[in-house]
DNA sequence: TACAAATTGGGACGGTTGTCCTAATTGTGT
DNA sequence: ACACAATTAGGACAACCGTCCCAATTTGTA
């Protein structure tokens, strides 16, 4: 597998993004990264926020393949949200360093009130309507876009707290409280399935 | 009420620090806010980094003098921590511009590897032992800590959830969800003693 | 009123930033 | 081998950064 220049360019300023944060990751670092000079980046990009859209775009695009490569190798929709929720123990040590990759750019576009800001929080957007689809193939019909948000909104919560005090244990426990919540969420639904199928006999 | 130029650096700092981020803030910034000549600064500041400190310093004070009121105001400790959860309505409108300043500033010092990482967690902390300590007023003790950061983390996640895609009825909900998390814990707690003093009779 | 201390404004400093230009190098098709 | 395009390295640039100095001003005090 080989790479051009300007996707070398591009995953090494996600990462180095991800790590520094936008604002305080420079020019110098990136090409250093890449192990260009400074001044051939002109060609490939004209400002810092050409490259912003490039990570952006190369984040949704990952995202996107993640989230389908999840849908194919689990047949079940439990299996599925369990992958998401899994990731925060497959990432913990990152995430323990630099938190979410997605939450902590959208704070900070936020802050800097960056052009880019909707787009990042498109990538949010992808894991929203994923989660979405999944939880109404559980019959959460009603209320899937709530727990979609409501799962994002607690991984969130872990990632940034799990950042702060970078406490292990912290993140293990969340993360069984949050597959509790979900087994709950079947069990509540199939508990209701079997009233309706009862209500249908009689 | 009149505050010294040091104390209204520190104020405005803080403000500014908010706002746009502690690496985004410059000294002209503040200065123009305090209506000062940056040259003046140094006086009362060596470097930055020393802003930084004093402005953490200032937030560790009035979130101790903000939970010791609330402490003070009501006497149940139901109700106090229905004060933490309110707070999320009360901010709605800069948490959804600018995100959580406790937490943001945590993300942003562990990307720099600031020194002061751990004394800004140290204002998370602040929140963590109050909860823990109203939770095990509540007859939480064998599980206080894992209430309050469970509580914390929650929190977080709405306000990172609230800045991304800028959406009031998602807070709404989830602040809901979180009251009634915490009904459905005095109810069990209740419901165990219930049982314990009907045991205790036979 | 006079003197010393506290406080201030203006500006200089070295360094880094994003941006941009240009000359040299590399690669490609004929 | 040649011409032409794609790609590169190096450096110039203006602007901004945090830092720092110093002379002027204000303030407090004897």
Request: hydrophobic share 45%; glycine share 4%; with cysteine.
């Amino acid at each position: 597998m080989t790479f051009s220049t300007r996707e070398l360019i591009v995953r090494e300023a996600d990462q180095i993004f991800y790590e520094k944060g936008f604002e305080a990751a420079s020019f110098s670092d990136i090409a250093a990264a890449v192990g260009i000079s400074r001044g051939n980046f002109y060609y490939h990009f004209k400002t810092k926020d050409d490259i912003l859209d490039a990570v952006i775009t190369h984040r949704l695009a990952t995202t996107r393949a993640m989230l389908d490569d999840w849908a194919r190798q689990s047949p079940s929709a439990v299996d599925r949200i369990m992958s998401f929720i899994q990731m925060l123990i497959s990432n913990q040590t990152t995430i323990m360093a630099f938190g979410c990759p997605v939450g902590t750019l959208c704070s900070e576009l936020a802050k800097l009130d960056h052009a880019a800001r909707t787009r990042a929080a498109a990538i949010f957007g992808l894991f929203r309507e994923w989660l979405e689809e999944q939880f109404r193939e559980l019959g959460q019909t009603g209320n899937a876009s709530e727990l979609a948000l409501h799962l994002l909104a607690r991984s969130q919560g872990i990632a940034t707290l799990a950042n702060a005090f970078r406490d292990e244990d912290f993140v293990c426990t969340e993360v069984a409280a949050l597959k509790a919540w979900l087994q709950s969420i079947i069990d509540d639904s199939s508990d209701k399935n079997r009233k309706e199928r009862k209500n249908e006999c009689t």
